[in-house]
């Protein structure tokens, strides 16, 4: 009679079931969590409206209300924290021109140009218009109050 080897039968049972466990595990099922997004601010009030503080000899407008500086970069309109290709106290220290229009400075800019050309200064010591009148360019008066 033919002795069965019966460890290695056992063995191969074993390996067989071993394999089909290993087949049966179950991945955990991806879940779905909402992120509620980020609040949006919104200033209280009818709304506010720029205003416009244009350095010729640069090119270059200053919001106030914004704190930022709007120029022409190539062909598109950026605003920034920082003044293009010069300091900011090099930029006070160049004539400037307070205008008068509350919205984007690219649709004014054409007329703004022409008025106001490059090497634009203000003609006299006490314009309103411009730095002789002991502004920085950004409505603070360098002079001190009542001075």
């Known amino acids: 009679m033919k002795r069965t080897n019966y460890s290695s039968i056992h063995f191969a049972f074993g390996m067989a079931f071993l394999g089909a466990l290993t087949g049966c595990i179950v991945a955990p099922q991806p879940r779905t969590v909402y992120v509620s997004p980020p609040p949006v601010y919104v200033e209280a009030g009818a709304g506010f ?13 200053y919001s106030s209300h914004r704190r930022q500086y709007v120029y022409l970069q190539g ?28 919205d984007a400075p ?15 200064a203000p003609p006299a010591a006490g314009n309103i218009h411009g730095q002789g009148n002991g502004n920085d360019g950004h409505g603070n008066d360098r002079n001190g109050p009542g001075k």
């Open 75 to 102: 062909n598109a309109w950026v605003s920034r924290p920082a003044p293009p290709r010069v300091s900011v106290d090099v930029l006070f220290a160049s004539p400037s021109v307070r205008l008068d229009f509350h």
């Open 106 to 120: 690219s649709i004014h800019h054409a007329t703004v140009v022409r008025q106001y050309p490059k090497h634009w």
């Open 49 to 61: 409206q720029d205003d416009y503080v244009y350095y010729p000899g640069y090119q270059v407008y």
